[in-house]
């Protein structure tokens, strides 16, 4: 596996680079948060109707990594991360002061995850600054895609390099997802393989 991860971080390492990737439930596809020209190659090849940009989950190797890219955490993203991360818990927190709004634009909110799966840990660990920003693997708003095969037959070329990963995507827990507003009010807007209490 060690060269599976080295051949993804080098195309990760382009800044047109799009690399598919295990996630959770699904294949995501992924490139380095601040490389424009993938994230925009992520969005055309996708050609999803909602404005992919602002959709991107950032992948934290661990909460220091992600924090240049949140605006002010609340208390209550702070508890969050602490009991729940790594794990399938993703935060939609407010984007002010982040470094990611500056790229993807107008989104008010970014979307944050430092995820227990060992292969992409390891993946976030060989990257600069331990972060990905990555998007479901689906074509025109289809359903997500959880084999390697389903993305070479979709995407072929377009896709740089798939990291192969079929069970890790086959047996994950759909992600629960948690939006907290700047007050730190918690709202949950879908339930996953973690229970929040």
């Not at 996630?23 to 190659?41: C, K, N, Q, V």
């Not at 709004?101 to 600054?129: A, F, N």
Request: some cysteine.
């Amino acid at each position: 596996m060690a060269f599976e991860l080295l051949n993804a971080v080098s195309y990760l390492e382009r800044p047109d680079g799009v690399v598919a990737v295990p996630g959770l439930d699904s294949y995501y596809l992924a490139a380095h948060p601040f490389h424009e020209e993938a994230l925009r190659r992520i969005h055309r090849i996708t050609r999803h109707t909602r404005e992919t940009r602002e959709g991107f989950l950032l992948l934290g190797y661990d909460q220091a990594a992600l924090l240049p890219y949140c605006g002010e955490l609340s208390a209550s993203a702070k508890t969050l991360m602490h009991q729940h991360w790594p794990g399938s818990l993703v935060l939609i927190l407010p984007a002010e002061g982040s470094v990611f709004k500056d790229i993807v634009g107008l989104s008010e909110q970014v979307k944050v995850m430092q995820p227990e799966c060992k292969l992409l840990r390891s993946l976030l660990s060989m990257i600069p600054g331990g972060v990905l920003a990555v998007s479901c693997a689906s074509k025109n708003n289809a359903a997500p895609m959880s084999t390697a095969m389903e993305i070479y037959n979709a995407f072929g070329e377009d896709v740089d390099y798939v990291l192969p990963g079929d069970d890790l995507v086959q047996e994950a827990s759909s992600p629960t997802v948690v939006s907290i507003w700047q007050n730190g009010e918690i709202h949950l807007l879908r339930s996953g393989g973690i229970v929040l209490d």
